[in-house]
């Protein structure tokens, strides 16, 4: 699992924020675009794309974008 | 003073789903109310904590994966001259509509939509119904009255269930069958705890609640009491909707 990739499924998640807005270390809850539906497309996405069953209470917890990616690789 | 127009006493009633949740605790409260209980669902540990937790005697338990035919001629051929029939094992699914594949939608509806109408339609068939029957469907507000984001599949497998119910209220009347539902906003039950939702998010969801909180088991077993009872009589091809007013 790739850090890079993970980054481009994420960024598709949204519509209206651009790909370079989103980086490793990227705080995604602070995103203007940011909401629950979209929490529930990384749960669905890291399903989707890794197998792993994130809860809601794994995003709350995570702040940036590399956060997500090591909970998804750990869960692996 | 023994007037009890909601009194079960003396009725069959079969419940699926008996294991935890709405289920359990309709099985429960309709042991109270003198009914003789047959419940079902997969989880033997959790099925057999309902029936010991049933009141009086007369009640059967059946281990049963709706999903197969094994499961359901299995139900068919142990029951019979039913007064009632509560259709309430059912899963979630919280996913976003882009990320809904066949699988997840076949998924959900083998156990929402699937089991409970293939195993009415034997029950029918077969004739293990009494006349005068009742049968409660347990849908949902979700895709019926509301429409939470990411809950297009299990909402959709409700909105069947409910278009079903009506249409059996329809054919089932000449054999003077009732055919009803009951469409619960968010009730405590394990279906809700652990998932997608955060227990933050759960609290403040609740908030948008009339009444200022989630349902209990009861509250709904209740409702499904008075669909199964002499009571609601003259009530068939109905959706009562027990959802502390989240969808006025
Ligand atoms: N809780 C809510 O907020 C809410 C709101 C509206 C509607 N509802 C509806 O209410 C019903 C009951 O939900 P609940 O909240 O009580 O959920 P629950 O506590 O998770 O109980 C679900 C029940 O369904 C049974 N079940 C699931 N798949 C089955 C299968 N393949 N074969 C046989 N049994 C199966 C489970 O038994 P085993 O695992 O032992 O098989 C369990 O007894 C569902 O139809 C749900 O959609 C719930």
Not at chain 2, 33 to 46: H, P
């Amino acid at each position: 699992m790739e850090l890079k990739e993970f980054i481009e499924n994420f960024v598709a998640l949204f519509d209206e924020t651009d790909a370079s807005e989103i980086q490793a270390n990227t705080a995604f809850k602070e995103l203007d675009e940011w909401s629950s539906l979209i929490a529930l497309g990384v749960i669905a996405m890291a399903d989707e794309e890794y197998d792993v069953t994130l809860k809601g209470d794994d995003i709350r917890n995570s702040n940036t974008v590399e956060d997500l990616f090591n909970l998804i690789k750990s869960k692996k | 003073m023994n007037y009890n127009p909601f009194s079960l006493a003396g009725k069959m009633v079969f419940v699926t789903g008996a294991s935890s949740g709405i289920g359990r605790q309709t099985a429960i409260e309709c042991s109270k109310l003198g009914a003789k209980v047959i419940i079902t669902a997969r989880n033997e540990e959790r099925l057999q904590e309902t029936y010991n937790n049933l009141q009086g005697d007369g009640h059967s338990m059946v281990l049963a994966d709706l999903t197969t035919s094994e499961g359901l001629d299995n139900i068919v051929s142990v029951v019979s001259e039913l007064d009632g029939i509560v259709l309430c094992a059912g899963r979630a699914m919280t996913s976003p509509f882009q990320f809904n594949t066949r699988e997840k939608y076949d998924d959900v509806f083998n156990v929402n939509f699937f089991s409970p109408v293939e195993l009415l339609r034997l029950l029918v068939k077969k004739k293990k119904i009494a006349k005068g029957g009742s049968v409660v469907f347990v849908s949902s507000v979700g895709g019926v009255l509301g429409f939470t984001l990411g809950n297009s599949i299990y909402g959709a497998s409700k909105a069947a269930i409910n278009s079903t119910m009506k249409f059996c209220a329809r054919e089932l009347a000449p054999k003077k069958i009732r055919v009803n539902s009951v469409n619960p906003g968010m009730v405590n039950t394990p279906l809700i705890k652990g998932g997608t939702i955060s227990a933050e998010q759960h609290q403040a969801d609740m908030e948008r609640y009339p009444l200022k909180r989630y349902g209990e088991p009861e509250d709904i077993a209740h409702g499904i009491v008075y669909l199964l009872s002499d009571a609601s009589s003259w009530v068939t091809g109905h959706s009562l909707v027990i959802d502390g007013g989240i969808t006025i």
